[in-house]
């Protein structure tokens, strides 16, 4: 089992996470961690590494090197292939302490050009130390939220997010005996801030998640995001506690845009892997996420689903996503991932943290990927609909991308080449939009 920064998600590849409880939303995840550290005692596990891509895609931002990445800036709307990241750039990263039971510290640091602006970040970079049976951390890194090629929460493609936090990344049973049918567990929770906000600027991210496994092949999960304060906006620990209890809907209880303290999302997600024929897999999973929140507990959700089957080098694979509110199984309400406070809405420098589709928009995705020891291709077909509302179409806009990613490395991990190739092409409204994105990378 991996951290809920990492994961091995559809198809048995490192990727997506999948291990996840359920909660109110009322209730905050930091007694749920409390409580469920109060039996943290150990038994058996292994430690994972720290890879933030979804299936199928191999990132090597937590490896040391130096990559090199060019091509147009990616349009927005299809989910991606390669763990390029969008646009072009150069990111060099580096280990200088690596102890499991002490100090860790990569430094890592990116300059890219994106959306017409360059920008540097310490993207790569983390520093972390053990506390409670987990590690304290800082760190600017991706992550990817979710059992499917694509997160409804935080998606591998959106922009690295500056955050301190608490990760157990040991996926461990605990000992008490009336919690260890929870299985082994493991646990993210961080706190940081978001770039490329006008009103208000630099409103603050704080990300929960806790993955568990229960039974063997079920993963079960819980994940809960926040946007809260930022400049101009009550940033005092009587709104942070009001936030983590939900009480944030203009409405109730006195709250309305000037004291609302901020917006957020919860929701479940589940996966369950099989085999077949001896060295057959199967994957079905799921994800849903309340926009909203009625009576304590999250409402008007997204929804995501997929299954993959695979055998030896090749898998396929199926996902559907609907971003519309309550669009799956109501009326529809638009205005998923957008929010009257924070105009910018949940965003990090202009780019989605969750689906890359942004809101209102319904997605099918089948594809295939053949992979090798030292070489690994990916094809994808697109077909959608954008429904009222949505951020980057034109409503009924119908939607038909292409995807097409190809990787190969040579010599070893440390000091080895690697290199990759990423075509995607999306057809909406009478026009095509193209892009291509070329990378090269050595190890250190």
């Known amino acids: 089992m991996n951290p809920p920064h990492v994961a091995r998600a559809a198809g048995g590849r490192r990727g997506a996470c999948h291990y996840r409880p359920t909660l109110p939303l009322r209730t905050s995840l930091l007694a749920c961690f409390g409580a469920v550290m109060a039996g943290n005692g150990m038994a058996g596990g292994t430690i994972a590494s720290a890879v933030t891509s ?3 895609i191999e990132s090597r931002a937590g490896e040391d090197g ?14 991606g292939l390669a763990s390029m990241p ?8 580096r280990t200088w302490l690596d102890d499991p039971e002490g100090w860790r510290a990569r430094l890592g640091a990116t300059v890219a050009r994106l959306d017409g602006e360059t920008r540097f970040m310490a993207e790569g970079t983390e520093i972390s130390a053990p506390l409670l049976g987990g590690r304290l951390y800082a760190s600017q890194e991706r992550r990817h939220w979710g059992p499917g090629r694509a997160s409804l929460f935080l998606d591998a493609q959106a922009q690295p997010v500056a955050a301190v936090g608490w990760r157990r990344e ?14 082994p567990w493991t646990a993210d929770l961080f706190f940081g801030t978001l770039q490329g906000h006008e009103a208000p600027r630099r409103p603050w991210l704080i990300g929960m998640r806790i993955e568990l496994e229960p039974a063997q092949g079920f993963a079960l999960g819980l994940t809960r995001t926040l946007l809260w304060g930022g400049r101009g906006r009550d940033e005092g620990l009587r709104s942070l506690l009001r936030a983590l209890a939900g009480h944030d809907n203009a409405g109730d209880d006195g709250v309305d845009v000037h004291n609302q303290p901020g917006n957020q999302m919860a929701g479940v997600d589940l996966r369950y892997t099989g085999s077949w024929a001896g060295q057959g897999h199967w994957t079905v999973y799921g994800q849903i996420a309340g926009e909203d929140e009625a009576g304590q507990m999250p409402s008007r959700f997204l929804g995501l689903a997929g299954v993959s089957v695979g055998r030896g080098a090749w898998t396929g694979f199926a996902e559907w996503a609907d971003t519309g509110m309550r669009h799956a199984y109501g009326e529809h309400q638009p205005g998923a991932y957008r929010h009257a406070v924070f105009s910018s809405g949940y965003t990090q420098w202009g780019r989605q943290l969750g689906h ?5 928009v319904v997605l099918h995705t089948i594809g295939a990927r053949l992979g ?7 094809v994808a077909l697109h077909r959608g609909r954008a429904l009222p509302g949505a951020m980057y179409f034109a409503p009924g806009e119908r939607l038909n991308g292409l995807g ?9 991990p440390a000091d080895g080449w690697a290199w990759g190739l990423a075509v995607q092409a999306l057809r909406h409204g009478g026009r095509t939009e ?8 050595h190890g250190l």
Not at 86 to 93: K, P, T, V
Not at 172 to 179: H, I, N, Q
């Open 54 to 56: 979804p299936p199928g």
């Open 66 to 79: 130096v990559r090199l990445w060019a091509g147009g800036s990616s349009f927005k709307g299809l989910p």
């Open 86 to 93: 969008a646009g072009s750039g150069l990111h060099i990263s």
């Open 170 to 183: 040991q996926a461990l049973a605990p000992r008490t005996a009336w919690l260890r049918w929870l299985g």
């Open 356 to 360: 890359p589709v942004g809101g209102d």
């Open 372 to 378: 090798g020891d030292s070489m690994e291709a990916t």
């Open 404 to 412: 097409l990613a190809l990787s190969s490395t040579r010599g070893r």
């Open 434 to 441: 193209r892009v291509l994105q070329v990378s090269v990378g």
